[in-house]
């Protein structure tokens, strides 16, 4: 799954990688440390210059109430299950980060961080899907992260991963069909990738500065209460 991620790029940089304007309300903020249930940038296909800001939980429009939602969605069943299927067909977004990150227990021990990011790229997009719930004078705008089977880099480290996308991809996701997603839809295949063993400092959502992305200092690149389904 994908259950923490960030965003700490410049807007200048985080514009012009995307080729969108941030028209979020109250503009753009750098995060280290965001946890669901908060704002993600996505683009969507709806508008494929501008990048908003949705609540992290994807709430069926059906629901009585703005529940959290669901933080990440299997891309193997998403077109089959009623909450996405619509979101499947017809609203696909970039969810933007500068890393993620994922927990490692090992040797049945205490869980350890890992910093999931490209070294080469300032920002990436993970696949996502939308909805809008409205209800009781409320519109909420709102995401879920689709995962998939890790690569070779996860795979010591967690038996899911987010569907990140290569950058010449993210167009097709956003443009393409459903089945044209859904090739996109596999383990990560690049070789770009480095997870860093990171402070348990991220553990707390609380902390939100430079700090938590400190390497431990012994990189493992290269290894052989919210909702998610």
Not at 19 to 41: K, M, Q
Not at 50 to 64: Q, Y
Not at 149 to 168: C, G, Q, S, T, Y
Request: hydrophobic share 30%; aromatic share 8%; glycine share 8%.
């Amino acid at each position: 799954m994908c259950g923490r991620t960030s965003l700490f790029v410049d807007r200048p940089t985080l514009e012009t990688r995307f080729g969108a304007e941030v028209v979020a309300d109250g503009g753009y903020t750098p995060r280290y440390n965001i946890a669901p249930g908060e704002p993600l940038e996505v683009v969507t296909n709806d508008a494929t210059d501008e990048i908003d800001r949705f609540h992290w939980g994807l709430v069926p429009f059906w629901a009585d109430e703005p529940e959290e939602g669901i933080i990440n969605a299997r891309s193997e069943t998403a077109s089959e299950k009623r909450v996405f299927a619509d979101a499947w067909e017809s609203r696909p977004c970039l969810v933007l980060s500068s890393g993620f990150y994922e927990w490692q227990r090992p040797n049945g021990g205490p869980k350890q961080p890992y910093r999931i990011h490209r070294e080469d790229d300032p920002a990436f997009a993970m696949a996502g899907l939308w909805e809008v719930w409205e209800g009781d004078g409320e519109r909420r705008p709102c995401v879920t992260i689709l995962t998939t089977e890790p690569n070779d880099l996860l795979k010591p480290i967690h038996d899911r991963m987010p569907v990140v996308l290569p950058a010449d991809a993210e167009s097709t996701w956003l443009d393409g069909d459903p089945d044209e997603r859904a090739d996109l839809c596999r383990p990560y295949h690049e070789d770009d990738l480095d997870a860093d063993e990171i402070s348990t400092r991220v553990n707390d959502p609380s902390n939100d500065d430079p700090s938590v992305i400190e390497p431990l200092g012994h990189e493992q690149s290269g290894l052989g209460e919210f909702g998610s389904d």
